[in-house]
């Protein structure tokens, strides 16, 4: 076992998360890294030393006196650029209150007493710049009455509307929250790629003899698809629906190219119903082996039936046909 110990004690080592902040003499300061990233050789560290006699850690700038003390501010990257939620616009005034309210809380909280007149001086430009109304000195705080706990109330924000709404439902001890009509992520394509038959649902398979097989699976629907293609090509006609019909004495073509997708549903008493529907609604050659629904549906799905419009004829696809001459050579 080899045991690795170090030469150069730091004089103060913080560490959050992944970040370190550390105090060490200049000569040392690379050794001890080299020491840190030969402990394991999959965790490696990275060094940013002090400039200007100043060094950040998360939002904190700690500056370096001329008497070998340490004083901190807020720090700012440099791409900051001092916009904030414009008071202007369409948010409930107590949302707009709370952007002064918390940056003057993190000044009062981060910085000493030697920068927090400069740094509260700065959020009230701030301020003043995004039209919000600077928050007012801190008061004592009240007892309040005791009251009783009730559920709060969510609504969107609508000017000259649901702040009335609000106003009444504080009277009767009920908290409101408010929320904008729409997000920016709502205006915003999604940025991961939705991938095809990778939900769970109820799928169907058409055939070219007009039937069609009626499936559901707590999986992805392609994953069921290819365990489909895999049972005609194994002829596994026992376990598989559609392997039974492929080896009917009439050749039949099955659209594994193109699956259709009925619905989407992980939850399993759903899903099994609305395959139940769903076999009653199309012509099919299914096992009765699922689940069947009540005769009072019927009427239902008739007038279903008869507003649906009929799927035009396709053309034969290469999965299909490979799996029927498969079954064709070897008998």
């Given at each position: 076992?080899?045991?690795?110990?170090?030469?150069?004690?730091?004089?103060?080592?913080?560490?959050?998360?992944?970040?370190?902040?550390?105090?060490?003499?200049?000569?040392?300061?690379?050794?001890?890294?080299?020491?840190?990233?030969?402990?394991?050789?999959?965790?490696?560290?990275?060094?940013?030393?002090?400039a200007?006699?100043?060094?950040?850690?998360?939002?904190?700038?700690?500056?370096?006196?001329?008497?070998?003390?340490?004083?901190?501010?807020?720090?700012?990257?440099?791409?900051?650029?001092?916009k904030?939620?414009?008071?202007?616009?369409?948010?409930?005034?107590?949302?707009?209150?709370?952007?002064?309210?918390?940056?003057?809380?993190?000044?009062?909280?981060?910085?000493?007493?030697?920068?927090?007149?400069?740094?509260?001086?700065?959020?009230?430009?701030?301020?003043?710049?995004?039209?919000?109304?600077?928050?007012?000195?801190?008061?004592?705080?009240?007892?309040?009455?005791?009251?009783?706990?009730?559920?709060?109330?969510?609504?969107?924000?609508?000017?000259?509307?649901?702040?009335?709404?609000?106003?009444?439902?504080?009277?009767?001890?009920?908290?409101?929250?408010?929320?904008?009509?729409?997000?920016?992520?709502?205006?915003?394509?999604?940025?991961?790629?939705?991938?095809?038959?990778?939900?769970?649902?109820?799928?169907?398979?058409?055939?070219?003899?007009?039937?069609?097989?009626?499936?559901?699976?707590?999986?992805?629907?392609?994953?069921?698809?290819?365990?489909?293609?895999?049972?005609?090509?194994?002829?596994?006609?026992?376990?598989?629906?559609?392997?039974?019909?492929?080896?009917?004495?009439?050749?039949?073509?099955?659209?594994?190219?193109?699956?259709?997708?009925?619905?989407?549903?992980?939850?399993?008493?759903?899903r099994?119903i609305?395959?139940?529907?769903?076999?009653?609604?199309?012509?099919?050659?299914?096992?009765?082996?699922?689940?069947?629904i009540?005769?009072?549906?019927?009427?239902?799905?008739?007038?279903?039936?008869?507003?649906?419009?009929?799927?035009?004829?396709?053309?034969k696809?290469?999965?299909?046909?490979?799996?029927?001459?498969?079954?064709?050579?070897n008998?």
């Amino acid at each position: 076992m080899l045991l690795l110990v170090c030469l150069y004690t730091p004089k103060l080592y913080k560490r959050y998360v992944d970040d370190t902040f550390t105090i060490l003499p200049s000569d040392k300061v690379t050794a001890f890294l080299n020491h840190l990233n030969s402990i394991n050789p999959k965790i490696q560290f990275t060094m940013e030393s002090e400039a200007n006699n100043s060094l950040a850690f998360l939002d904190v700038l700690v500056i370096r006196n001329p008497n070998n003390t340490l004083s901190h501010t807020v720090y700012r990257k440099k791409t900051h650029t001092d916009k904030y939620l414009h008071g202007e616009s369409h948010h409930h005034p107590t949302q707009l209150s709370t952007v002064g309210k918390s940056l003057f809380q993190r000044a009062r909280g981060i910085c000493d007493e030697q920068h927090l007149g400069a740094e509260l001086q700065h959020v009230k430009q701030v301020l003043h710049d995004n039209k919000l109304r600077v928050p007012r000195p801190r008061r004592r705080t009240r007892v309040k009455p005791a009251t009783v706990e009730r559920l709060p109330a969510v609504l969107p924000y609508i000017r000259g509307v649901t702040d009335k709404i609000g106003y009444i439902l504080k009277r009767a001890s009920i908290k409101t929250y408010f929320k904008p009509l729409k997000k920016i992520s709502q205006f915003l394509p999604p940025v991961k790629c939705h991938i095809p038959l990778q939900d769970a649902g109820v799928y169907k398979l058409e055939c070219d003899c007009g039937l069609s097989y009626i499936g559901q699976t707590k999986r992805s629907i392609g994953t069921r698809v290819k365990e489909h293609i895999a049972d005609v090509k194994h002829r596994r006609s026992r376990q598989s629906a559609v392997c039974e019909h492929t080896l009917d004495k009439a050749q039949h073509y099955i659209r594994f190219d193109k699956p259709q997708v009925l619905a989407k549903e992980n939850r399993f008493l759903p899903r099994m119903i609305r395959e139940a529907i769903e076999i009653k609604k199309h012509p099919n050659f299914n096992r009765e082996d699922g689940w069947v629904i009540p005769p009072a549906w019927n009427p239902i799905i008739e007038t279903i039936k008869s507003k649906s419009k009929p799927t035009t004829a396709r053309p034969k696809d290469t999965v299909s046909s490979f799996c029927v001459n498969r079954i064709v050579n070897n008998n």
